[in-house]
C-alpha cells in the first residue's frame, strides 16, 4: 500500500501543473517545405501571427500591429478576452507549389471562420462576425483545398468566438497534398465510425440482456457506459454527428459532447463497483456522481458559453475519480483476490493512462495527441469480456446445482423407481421400437418412393426413346445421378440408425490416416461439387493419425461433406482443413459459403434427440437423421462435433478426435 500512495501522491503533482499552460513565445517566420515532404500530412504547429480585433479587410491594410501565438493555442494566452474576433496568419514557402493543389485539413474551430489563401476566400464553417449577434458558430472539421500561383502561400483564418470559452485556433491544422489529407481524413472516419458503432452494438446486446435478467444490473451500467461513450465519440474529433448531415445544432452538438464526457465516469463507476461488489467506499461513489449530476443538469440548462466553462473543473473532478476508481480496481484485484477484478482493473489502468495523457494535452503540458477514443474501445472490449465470463460462470453454477438437486430427487425415488424399473424399461423398449419402425416407414413412404418411382418413370421413358428423346434426357441424368447419390447415402444412414436404436453404437477403434480418409470423401463428392458448380477441396499437406472407427468416420466425413454441398450455392466453396489442438486431438472442419443455418434451427441441432430436414439449394431431400447419426458416431468415439453458422454467410462444422 506504501507505494501505491507514493504512485497516488506523484499523480496528484502532475495533475497541478495541468493549470500551467505553456507560454510559445517568438517571431512568426515563414515555414518551408518542399513539395514532396508534403506527400506526408504535416502539422502547421509554429507562430502565427494573430491580429486581435481585425478582420480580413483591415488586416491586409495593415491597420494593426501582429502578436504572435504558437498554433495550437488559445488567444486568452495573450490576455484576450474569450469573447472577439481577430485573423491568424501563417506564411509558408512550399517549393514547387506554384499551380499545385494542395489540401488543408481543418478540425472544430471556436466558433465560426473563414479561409484565404493569398487574400483569396477558399472556404468557412458558420458564419463570421465582429459581434455575438452578427456570428452563427458551427463545428465543421473540413478538408479545403489550396490552388497557389506561386511557392509562397499566405493562410489567413478571420475567426470570431463568442459561444464558447476558448478562442482561436485551439486543435492542429495539417497540410498535405490532396490525397494522402483525404486518405488519412478518411482512415480516421472510418475508425471513429467503427468505434462508435460497435459501443452502439455493445449497448443494444447489454441491454437486451438486462431485459431478459433484470437483477444483473452490471449489464445495464455497461449498456449506458457503451451509450453514452459512443456519443462522446460522435461528437468529438471528426464529429460523426456532423458529417452524417444530421439535422442537428452546434450547440446540441456541445451540449451532447459535454454531457457524455460528464456521465461516462458516472456509469462506470456504477458498472465497476457491481461488477466487484464493493461496500466500503459505495458512499464516495455516490458523492462523485453527485457532482456528476449537478454538472450534467448545469450543461442541459444553461449557454453553451457557461456551459463550457465546466471543462476545466472537470479535468480536476476526473483526475481525482480516476485515482480513486483505481484505488478500488487495485483492492478488487489484490487485496480481495478477485480474478474479474484483475480483468477489469487491466482494462481501467488504459482509461487511466489515456485519460491522465488527455488531461494534460489538453491543458498543453504535453505534445501527444487524444487517445481516449481507443481507451475507451479497449476498455469496453475487455468489460464485455469479463462480463461475458461472469455471465458465464454464474450459468455454470447453476448448472451445478441443478444437477445436484436432480441427484438428490433421484436418490429419493430410488426404490420406488426399483420396483418398477423393470416394468418402465421393457415399456420404453417397446415405444422406441415402434417409433423406429414408424420412423423407417414414414421415410421409406415419403422420402424414398418418390424418388424411386421419379427414376422409374426416367428408365421407362429412356427404354422406349427414340434418338431425339434420349438426347433430350441425358440433359437430365446429371440432375438423376445427383439425386441418386443423394438417395444411396439416405439409404446408408437410415440402416445405419435403425440398427443402432436396437442394437446400439458398436465402435471398433484403430489408427486410422485422416489424409486418406478425406481424399477418399473428396474424391468421392467431386464430380457431385462440379456438375453443382461448388469447388470442394482440402488444405492437408501432412497426415495425422485419429483414433477412430473407420467405418464410421467415412461416414461422418460422407454426410458432412454432402451436406455443405447440399446447402451451397452455385458458385460457391466448400473447404477441409485440419488442424492440431490442445488436448491431443486433431480437430477437423468442413466450412462452406452457403445459405447457413437460422438461428432457431441452430438451437434445435444442439439436442441430441431432435431430426429434422430442409431442402437444400438444388431442391435436394434427406432424412434428417445423417447430423444426429455423426454426433452419436463421433461422441461414441470420445471425440465432439461443434456446429458454427451465420444465416446468408455459411456453415462450419469442427470434429475434435484423439490424436494417436
Not at 17 to 40: C, D, K, P, W
Not at 224 to 236: D, E, H, P, W
Not at 348 to 362: E, K, P, R
Request: hydrophobic share 45%.
Amino acid at each position: 500500500m506504501n507505494l501505491m500512495k507514493q504512485f497516488i501522491f506523484a499523480l496528484l503533482i502532475v495533475a497541478l501543473s495541468t493549470f500551467v499552460l505553456r507560454a510559445h513565445e517568438g517571431e512568426s517566420t515563414y515555414l518551408r517545405f518542399r513539395l514532396n515532404e508534403l506527400q506526408q500530412v504535416k502539422t502547421l504547429e509554429h507562430n502565427w501571427h494573430l491580429y486581435w480585433g481585425a478582420t480580413q479587410a483591415t488586416y491586409q491594410k495593415g491597420l494593426v500591429k501582429p502578436d504572435h501565438l504558437y498554433i495550437p493555442g488559445d488567444w486568452r494566452n495573450l490576455g484576450y478576452p474569450s469573447k472577439g474576433f481577430g485573423v491568424f496568419e501563417c506564411k509558408m514557402i512550399v517549393e514547387g507549389a506554384a499551380n499545385t493543389e494542395l489540401a488543408l485539413y481543418v478540425p472544430s474551430v471556436c466558433n465560426a471562420y473563414n479561409v484565404y489563401l493569398n487574400g483569396v476566400f477558399v472556404s468557412s464553417a458558420g458564419k463570421f462576425g465582429v459581434s455575438a449577434d452578427s456570428t452563427v458558430p458551427d463545428y465543421v472539421p473540413q478538408i479545403v483545398r489550396l490552388k497557389s500561383t506561386s511557392d509562397t502561400l499566405v493562410l489567413t483564418f478571420e475567426l470570431s468566438s463568442y459561444y464558447y470559452r476558448e478562442g482561436g485556433l485551439t486543435y492542429p491544422i495539417k497540410i498535405g497534398w490532396v490525397a494522402p489529407i483525404e486518405s488519412w481524413f478518411n482512415k480516421l472516419l472510418i475508425t471513429s465510425s467503427f468505434y462508435s458503432g460497435a459501443l452502439l452494438l455493445m449497448f443494444i446486446y447489454f441491454i437486451g440482456f438486462f431485459v431478459i435478467r433484470k437483477r444483473e444490473r452490471s449489464a445495464f451500467y455497461f449498456a449506458l457506459l457503451c451509450f453514452v461513450a459512443s456519443f462522446r465519440i460522435m461528437s468529438t474529433d471528426i464529429l460523426i454527428l456532423r458529417q452524417l448531415h444530421l439535422p442537428i445544432s452546434w450547440a446540441a452538438i456541445v451540449k451532447i459532447e459535454l454531457g457524455s464526457v460528464l456521465l461516462m465516469p458516472a456509469f462506470g463507476a456504477l458498472y465497476l463497483f457491481e461488477l466487484v461488489k464493493e461496500n466500503r467506499f459505495r458512499w464516495l461513489m455516490h458523492v462523485f456522481n453527485g457532482l456528476v449530476a449537478i454538472g450534467f443538469l448545469y450543461v442541459v440548462l444553461t449557454p453553451v458559453y457557461y456551459a463550457s466553462f465546466i471543462v476545466p473543473w472537470f479535468r480536476v473532478y476526473a483526475f481525482f475519480q480516476l485515482v480513486f476508481m483505481l484505488v478500488i480496481m487495485y483492492r478488487a484485484a489484490f487485496v480481495h483476490k478477485l480474478l474479474l477484478g484483475r480483468w477489469a482493473a487491466a482494462g481501467y489502468l488504459v482509461v487511466f493512462i489515456c485519460g491522465i495523457n488527455d488531461i494534460l494535452y489538453s491543458s498543453n503540458v504535453i505534445n501527444t495527441f487524444y487517445s481516449m477514443s481507443i481507451a475507451i474501445f479497449v476498455y469496453v472490449f475487455i468489460q464485455a469480456m469479463v462480463l461475458a465470463k461472469s455471465f458465464a460462470e454464474a450459468y455454470t453454477q447453476a448448472e451445478g446445482l441443478s444437477a445436484e438437486l436432480v441427484t438428490a430427487n433421484k436418490n429419493q425415488e430410488a426404490i420406488i423407481k426399483y420396483r418398477t424399473q423393470e416394468l418402465d424399461q421393457k415399456t420404453k423398449a417397446l415405444a422406441s421400437y415402434n417409433d423406429i419402425k414408424d420412423k423407417i416407414f414414414s421415410i421409406i413412404g415419403h422420402d424414398l418412393r418418390a424418388p424411386i418411382a421419379t427414376l422409374s418413370q426416367v428408365l421407362t421413358l429412356a427404354e422406349n426413346a427414340d434418338e431425339q428423346t434420349l438426347s433430350e434426357l441425358r440433359t437430365y441424368f446429371k440432375g438423376i445421378k445427383r439425386n441418386v447419390d443423394n438417395l444411396h447415402l439416405t439409404l446408408e444412414n437410415l440402416l445405419q440408425w435403425s440398427q443402432a436404436q436396437i442394437n446400439g453404437v458398436a465402435s471398433s477403434q484403430q489408427p486410422v490416416s485422416i489424409l486418406q480418409e478425406i481424399e477418399q470423401v473428396v474424391n468421392l463428392y467431386s464430380l457431385a461439387a462440379l456438375q453443382k458448380g461448388i469447388t470442394l477441396m482440402h488444405q492437408l499437406t501432412s497426415d495425422w493419425q485419429v483414433d477412430a472407427d473407420k467405418a464410421h468416420l467415412n461416414l461422418i466425413l460422407r454426410n458432412l461433406v454432402n451436406n455443405s454441398i447440399k446447402f451451397t450455392n452455385t458458385g460457391g466453396q466448400v473447404m477441409i482443413s485440419v488442424s492440431p489442438i490442445e488436448g491431443n486431438q486433431l480437430e477437423v472442419c468442413i466450412a462452406d459459403n452457403g445459405i447457413g443455418i437460422h438461428p432457431d434451427m441452430l438451437v434445435l441441432l444442439q439436442h441430441p434427440e431432435s431430426h429434422f430436414t430442409t431442402y437444400g439449394t438444388a431442391n435436394e431431400k434427406g432424412t434428417g437423421l445423417g447430423l444426429r447419426l455423426c454426433r452419436e458416431y463421433i461422441e461414441q468415439m470420445g471425440g465432439s462435433l461443434i456446429i458454427q453458422s451465420n444465416q446468408g454467410l455459411g456453415t462450419k462444422v469442427c470434429l475434435h478426435l484423439k490424436l494417436v
